[in-house]
């Protein structure tokens, strides 16, 4: 499978029920394959269950499983990029 950022080689990194997860040997990009993403009917029904408002709890509980599932993963030393969580800082504030 070819990194859709880089076009390297890529290989199985990880999988759970749904999908599996590739690591690009190139540039360590961890992706989905196009044909395992969610369709956009689910993905816009899982977005519409929040409003990206800080003050919203299910907007917390949204991104708190975001972080408990990434954190063990993560030194706190690493630097991340918040791409599509909205326009507040709470993100940030939860790691």
């Known amino acids: ?4 950022l880089c076009f ?10 749904f999908r599996s997860y590739y690591l690009c040997e190139n ?14 009917s689910a993905e816009f029904a899982r977005y519409d269950t929040h409003t990206n408002d800080e003050n919203d709890p299910r907007y917390q509980q949204y991104l708190s499983l975001i972080v408990s599932t ?12 918040d791409f599509g969580c909205g326009r507040t800082k709470l ?5």
């Open 8 to 17: 390297g080689h890529s290989t199985v990194w990880s999988q759970d029920k």
């Open 1 to 4: 499978m070819n990194c859709p």
């Open 70 to 81: 990434a954190a063990p993963y993560l030194n706190p030393a690493e630097k991340g990029l």
């Open 27 to 40: 540039c360590s990009l961890v992706f989905v394959p196009r044909g395992e993403l969610v369709s956009l």
């Open 91 to 95: 993100l940030a504030k939860l790691f």
